[in-house]
Nanobody, 114 residues
Framework: VQLQASGGGLVQPGGSLTLTCAASGSISGFSSMGWYRQALGQQREYIAV???????TYEDSVKGRFTISTDNTKNTMYLHMNSLKPEDTAVYYC?????????WGQGTQVTVSS
């Protein structure tokens, strides 16, 4: 399976964006999918993970602001981001954990600035 992330852009502080991660095949059988981000000059960090399309976990700084979800009928994962802050600026990546290993999509840039 291949992943295609999209939906990034420039948004003002306090604004919202929804990122989309489209898979080239079915995602219903995978144990987990997740979103990560990498700010300039920093290491990639975990943001949110969804397990078997049901349970979720979030990094503390995004709890209550970001929501991860999947739509198995569309083989797509989403990251709904609200109350965005300048420190959320980063390249956002999606991944899926498969029995053969972890697959990453290309990144999508999110810039939060006035």
């Amino acid at each position: 399976v291949q992943l295609q992330a999209s939906g990034g852009g420039l948004v003002q502080p306090g604004g919202s964006l929804t990122l989309t991660c489209a898979a080239s095949g079915s995602i219903s059988g995978f144990s987990s999918m997740g979103w990560y981000r990498q700010a300039l000059g920093q290491q990639r960090e975990y943001i949110a993970v969804i397990f078997t399309g049901v349970s979720t976990t979030y990094e503390d700084s995004v709890k209550g602001r970001f929501t991860i979800s999947t739509d198995n009928t569309k083989n797509t994962m989403y990251l709904h981001m609200n109350s965005l802050k300048p420190e959320d600026t980063a390249v956002y990546y999606c991944n899926v954990v498969t029995p053969r290993g972890t697959i990453w999509g290309q990144g999508t840039q999110v810039t939060v600035s006035s």
